[in-house]
T-cell receptor, first 119, second 112 residues
């Protein structure tokens, strides 16, 4: 069965700390995504990556950076955590269209999320 | 990004069919229609997706209008475990980003 694993389920950090959120997938997917989810705002895309060392900004990249050194791992970095970054963070992965001879769109597979609290 | 419109909430009784509607009047020819659901305290879960033809899988059926401007997710016999927020999303795999843009979704309540 497909699996996307986020390193922590719950995390509490202090304002100004550097925070790393890790995500690993075991499906050999090219695409990986980081979303945050807040009440009333739904899921918003922070960053995504379509290949190793490749990244693109999503809708709300400010205050975040990402790292994709290996295909299976996608890290979200909060350089200096702030209280407005308290949220649920969700990682996802998918096949890139056309890879592995697929000619149809592939779904996203999500992890169970990391609930980050910044105090 | 092409947008979708869903009712904020719907209610159903256990073991009855549920039809969740979605309008996407600005859909483009290469947009796939995806459905995801999110149970409390979990990440979104893929349900089904399609391009033009109706689709069936073990979880649900997807009925796509002939003009593709609307679609309906069908749960054939709702169970209490189907209570979740259901998201209808359009994605263009030929687009520059292949990203999914989530809306607010429909909160489904299943009554015993």
């Amino acid at each position: 069965d497909v699996k996307v694993t986020q390193s922590s389920r719950y995390l509490v950090k202090r304002t100004g700390e550097k925070v790393f959120l890790e995500c690993v997938q075991d499906m050999d997917h090219e695409n990986m995504f980081w979303y945050r989810q807040d009440p009333g705002l739904g899921l918003r895309l922070i960053y995504f990556s379509y290949d190793v060392k490749m990244k693109e900004k999503g809708d709300i990249p400010e205050g975040y950076s990402v790292s994709r050194e290996k295909k299976e791992r996608f890290s979200l970095i909060l350089e200096s955590a702030s209280t407005n970054q308290t949220s649920m963070y969700l990682c996802a992965s998918s096949l890139r269209f056309g890879s592995k001879n697929t000619r149809v769109d592939s779904p996203l597979h999500f992890g169970n999320g990391t609930r980050l609290t910044v105090t | 990004d092409a947008k979708t419109t869903q009712p904020n909430s719907m209610e159903s009784n256990e073991e009855e069919p549920v039809h969740l509607p979605c309008n996407h009047s600005t859909i483009s020819g290469t947009d796939y229609i995806h459905w995801y659901r999110q149970l409390p305290s979990q990440g979104p879960e893929y349900v089904i997706h399609g391009l033009t033809s109706n689709v069936n899988n073990r979880m649900a059926s997807l009925a796509i209008a002939e003009d593709r401007k609307s679609s309906t997710l069908i749960l054939h016999r709702a169970t209490l475990r189907d209570a979740a927020v259901y998201y209808c999303i359009l994605r263009d795999p030929f687009g520059a980003s292949e990203k999914l843009v989530f809306g607010k979704g429909t909160k489904l309540t299943v009554n015993p």
